[in-house]
Every structure is written in C-alpha cells, then in structure tokens.
C-alpha cells in the first residue's frame, strides 16, 4: 500500500497551464483505467474533480482535463485561475480494494 | 442532494477506542460502498477502510489493521468506524466518502471529524 508519487509543488501564471503527474505501478495506475483526482481547498473537504482516468463530474469545469500513460497518470489545469490554488491528489483503484492517494500537490497561482 | 454527516470524533488518550459514525442521506445508501479516509494535521490523504454495499467484504489500511473495524447499518443509512488501541500517530481528520462505482472514485465526502490521540 505504498502513495502514489507526486511533485510537491506546482505553480503557474493565471491564463497559462499546468500538468500534473501521479506515477505508480503496474498494479494501480498502470493497471487499471481507474485513476481520480481530487482538489482540496484548505480547511475543506477534498472534491472529485476526475474519475476514471479522463472522466469529469457534472459541474466541474471543462479546464481539467486527465490522462494517462503507462504508470504515470497526469492532471491537466488550463487556463489557470486563481480560484484552482489548492492541493490536488490523486488515486487508483487496486485489485486489492484498497486505493492509495498521491503524496499531493501544492498548486500556487503566481 | 447527497449529505455525509461525520460525528464522534474527540480526544482520547493512547490506547483507547473511540467510535466514528457517518450519517447519509439523499441517495440510496445500500447499493452503494463506503470509504473512511484520514488527514492527519498538515499531511496528505491516507485510505483508511472500504466496505462493500452489502457489507459482505471490508478491507484496510495496512496501518490500521487489526485496530480499526468498518461497519454499516444500511436500515440506517449510517456507516462506522470503530477505532481502538488508539496511538498518536491516528490523530487526524476522519472523513467518509461514497465509492460512485466500486472503483474507487469518491464522488462525495463529508465535512470530516477531528480525532485527537493525546495524554
């Protein structure tokens, strides 16, 4: 059960985009197309942002975006908005149930 | 709309028990499964326990095993998290989440409980 791996921090100009990674291994991310996101604003409770690798819920934004490629899945924020600083973490289903989060991502906007 | 409701969170000393509970309401509770998942102050997200919609299979997180039991009383839309030989290192905020499909995929949280292991 070891957390997915995730840059520290990532930072971007309002307007500009940013990438997010979320590597893991054969036996998560690369094994299954069930990777989310998650955006965590401080002092809430984290909300679902992407399901099922490139998937968004009814009501986020059409400016996050994900992918994924071999065991390394990424989170894509464009046109960068003040209202996107947060911390972001990601997810995968494992064939064990028991679905490790990403270490998390700090994302400042400049 | 869907509302997960956390509660009995506390202080407890080392070594005690403490019960959680998640109250649901606004989608049909029994045909759907159930995470606990815990932030400790100032770290990250950290998977604590899954049950099944009937609660027919639980799993855990390694950390927790052993010590922690997940349960659900789909009669009463309430899921829970029974907690003993508590240690420091369990301090955190406990949230409950909705598995939107099995997968993983939590499509709703609630607003979380702050438990306290301290002497």
């Known amino acids: 059960q070891s957390a997915l791996t995730q840059p520290a921090s990532v930072s971007g100009s309002p307007g500009q985009s940013i990438t997010i990674s979320c590597t893991g291994t054969s036996s998560d991310v690369g094994g299954y197309n069930y990777v989310s996101w998650y955006q965590q604003h401080p002092g809430k409770a984290p909300k679902l942002m992407i399901y099922e690798v490139s998937n968004r819920p009814s009501g986020v934004s059409n400016r996050f975006s994900g992918s994924k490629s071999g065991n390394t899945a990424s989170l894509t924020i464009s046109g960068l908005q003040a209202e996107d600083e947060a911390d972001y973490y990601c997810?995968?289903?494992?064939?064990?149930?028991?679905?490790?989060f990403g270490t998390g991502t700090k994302v400042t906007v400049l | 709309q869907v509302q997960l409701v956390e509660s009995g969170g506390g202080v407890v000393q080392p070594g005690g028990s403490l019960r959680l509970s998640c109250a649901a309401s606004g989608f049909t509770f029994s045909s759907y499964g159930m995470h606990w998942v815990r932030q400790a102050p100032g770290k990250g997200l950290e998977w604590v326990a899954f049950?099944?919609?009937?609660?027919?299979?639980?799993y855990y997180a390694d950390s927790v095993k052993g010590r922690f039991t997940i349960s659900r009383d789909n009669s009463k839309n309430t899921l829970y998290l029974q907690m003993n030989s508590l240690r420091a290192e369990d301090t955190a905020v406990y949230y409950c989440a909705k598995d939107q499909d099995y997968y993983g995929n939590l499509d709703y949280w609630g607003q979380g409980t702050l438990v306290t292991v301290s002497s």
């Open positions: 049950i099944r919609y009937d609660g027919s299979n639980k």
């Open positions: 997810s995968s289903y494992t064939s064990s149930s028991t679905p490790p």
